[in-house]
């Protein structure tokens, strides 16, 4: 499976940035698709996730109300819609992928095995 995330920039405070993430695989819709990201000197943490087989997502608190994950099967492509962007969501967005994790691991990047290069967001305030 091959994965590959676009769609950063630099963007100021309160602006819209949508990410995406392009896959390869035929299968895709049975997999969990999920944003990471990382802020320089910190660890990589949860953004959000979807099940491509039943579409239920998942979000972390800090973008509760203002990302939206989504999918656009004839493209193969995952997205990240981001509004309301803070200089605290500055980070390398990572996409991953993988078929086989529970619910309850969908917010561990551990869990998965495929992922895209990243791209970089910056918000400027």
């Not at 819709?29 to 949860?46: L, T």
């Not at 803070?86 to 994790?101: F, M, N, R």
Request: proline share 2%; aromatic share 12%.
């Amino acid at each position: 499976v091959q994965l590959q995330a676009y769609g950063g920039g630099l963007v100021q405070a309160g602006e819209s940035l949508r990410l995406s993430c392009a896959h390869s695989e035929r299968t895709f819709g049975r997999m969990v698709v999920a944003w990471f990201r990382q802020a320089p000197g910190k660890e990589r943490e949860f953004v959000a996730a979807m099940s491509l087989r039943d579409r239920s997502t998942a979000y972390a608190d800090s973008v509760k109300g203002r990302f939206a994950i989504s999918r656009d099967t004839a493209k193969n492509t995952v997205y990240l819609q981001m509004n309301s962007l803070k200089p605290e969501d500055t980070a390398v967005y990572y996409c991953a992928a993988d078929t086989t994790i529970i619910r309850s691991s969908w917010y561990t990047s551990a869990q998965y095995h495929y992922w895209g290069q990243g791209t970089l967001v910056t918000v400027s305030s």
